[in-house]
């Protein structure tokens, strides 16, 4: 019997909002590795909003084309190695795209170290866990007493930037969708307030979730949320920008945030974006100080995990609407 | 004979455009100090795009009235001290309002060492020249070979902010408005190229001026300008947010630009706004440094002096408007 390869393949580029019918479950033969190349087994493969900004043009990488594999993060175990340091066995972390088996360049993957449960390689010992670590220590700079705000506050990243500004003393306060996520939020991870911006009057409800003004805001989200928090930061404030998922899944906005430059230059805001490379070298004390803070049961760890491959596109699509609590992921094998 | 005091006063707040209608020229008593406080007589009046900035709500000074006299920045002579510390005779830098005499708390006033010019005090060796310096050199911080682009280039900042970055080993491209200024920040100021914005095909000139992209923006005016710079901006830019004068003689913008803050996350770019404040500790030593440069001829110092204090209101109408080459202020005495 000969194995095949099955792929997940974006038959259509979306113009507006993404469907199932963008993609296409394909079976392809098994892809063979060349000199320098590693042929790897998926088993975890990783869902993120960044998967759809992908679909909007170039971003740190190329734009997608309709045909491709879907693109995408995975934890995956190395089956054959034709490159130096890579034996049958190891873990990488790398874009592998949507599929049961690919074909990677050695030098474009991560050798990482396995850890139990493997889900939480993905999460908060992955892209989401140091992304919230670097972001907002390093970029948003919290001290105790200050009020971190974070939106996108029961998404990947969000649970853990509300965790670790508890854990370095602020008020936290989490933006999210839904009475339950908020709920959610309070009774489960601690947050100290949490703001339902899909119940309407987002501006009272920041400022009576955030009395003494914002000195952080984590920003996932962008448009109109952003917006609302410039409004509310504080003198010298830091804004880490680290996402904007309310502009991926449709047309393009119109215009950016009332307030900028205006507020940015009367309160002496700092906007910033990163993306983690930029703090490669201070990775293994981060995670060594985030597993420190999961042992000692500082910080939860929620998980959002799906099985099987073709879950995969609902599981997005339901990721952009916002429907998963903490990090979600498809268990591929 | 009683020596009266001429002062300019906001007669209305101005909803839109700024006009002569807004103020009006008063004669009252003369002001007397009591304790911890000067009579100061004022010298020459600083014009600045803020002063409009007061007229539309707090800013980092309280909101202007109408039936106040106009704020503004002025270097002026004590004429009497009831303050320790302050002596007849002693140049002082504050606010003092549009007016030939004012009475001011000392502690709210900085006291200034006399050069030669005295309007240097006011450009080069005031809030003009220290802001060009802090925020380029420290928000900004360019690097040799990068490509520094400043708008209201030729504005009282502007010119020094350009002319800084050449001494750092920048390619620097103004933008201003006009034919003849974008001219002369070449001819006179060598900047390496000037974008004229009214001239229409602002990206295309942008594109044509920093053919390798832009590294540090210095962004005086905000709106269309500041987003045509953020499509233009490097990996890893910077944006030193300084103010917003496109914005401030109007009605207030319905949207902010565009690719905020999409273009922060996906370019790692820094917008920071700062006031002088901020770098107080190193004022001396930025002087200094400003002093050599100047003394060496690596600075050239434009300066716009209108005569008599009823040419303020004018004065600061054309300022807006965008008529000055280099710093504007007034010699009232």
Redesign the interface.
Same mark, same amino acid.
């Given at each position: 019997m000969t194995v095949m390869n099955h792929q997940i393949q974006l038959a259509s580029l979306p113009s507006e909002k993404l469907a199932p019918s963008h993609f296409r479950l394909a079976q392809v033969p098994m892809p063979t590795a060349g000199e320098g190349e590693l042929l790897v087994k998926i088993r975890i493969i990783s869902l993120d909003a960044a998967n759809r900004a992908w679909m909007q043009g170039a971003?740190?990488r190329s734009a997608l084309e309709a045909g491709q594999v879907m693109a995408g993060g995975a934890l995956a175990e190395v089956v054959e190695s034709r490159a130096p340091g890579f034996a049958a066995g190891d873990l990488i972390f790398g874009d592998t795209g949507w599929q049961s088996f690919a074909v990677v360049k050695a030098s474009a993957v991560q050798k990482v170290q396995a850890r139990e449960p493997l889900s939480h390689l993905l999460s908060i010992y992955g892209v989401a866990g140091l992304t919230a670590y670097f972001g907002l220590l390093n970029v948003g700079e919290p001290k105790a007493g200050d009020t971190v705000v974070v939106s996108a506050a029961a998404g990947s990243v969000g649970v853990f930037v509300g965790q670790i500004a508890k854990i370095k003393g602020c008020r936290v306060v989490g933006i999210a969708g839904g009475a339950r996520k908020c709920q959610w939020l309070k009774d489960e991870l601690g947050f100290d307030a949490a703001v339902d911006y899909k119940a309407g009057g987002l501006a009272a409800s920041l400022k009576e979730a955030a009395p003494k003004g914002i000195d952080v805001y984590f920003?996932n989200v962008?448009g109109d949320i952003?917006?609302a928090c410039l409004f509310r930061m504080n003198q010298g404030g830091r804004i880490a920008?680290?996402?904007?998922v309310s502009?991926y899944d449709g047309a393009?906005? $119109?215009?950016?945030?009332? #307030?900028?430059?205006?507020l940015?230059?009367?309160? $002496?805001?700092?906007?910033? #974006?990163?993306?983690l490379y930029?703090f490669a070298a201070q990775r293994d004390r981060a995670l060594n100080e985030l597993e420190g803070w999961v042992k000692s049961g500082q910080i939860k760890v929620p998980e959002d995990v799906l099985e099987g491959l073709e879950a995969a596109p609902g599981g997005l699509i339901g990721l952009l609407a916002g429907e998963n609590f903490g990090k979600r992921m498809v268990r591929v094998s």
């Open positions: 971003t740190y920003d962008g952003l917006e920008c680290c996402g904007a502009q393009p906005p $119109r215009h950016g945030p009332r #307030g900028i430059p205006g940015i230059v009367t309160k $002496r805001l700092r906007m910033q #974006g990163f993306i930029d």
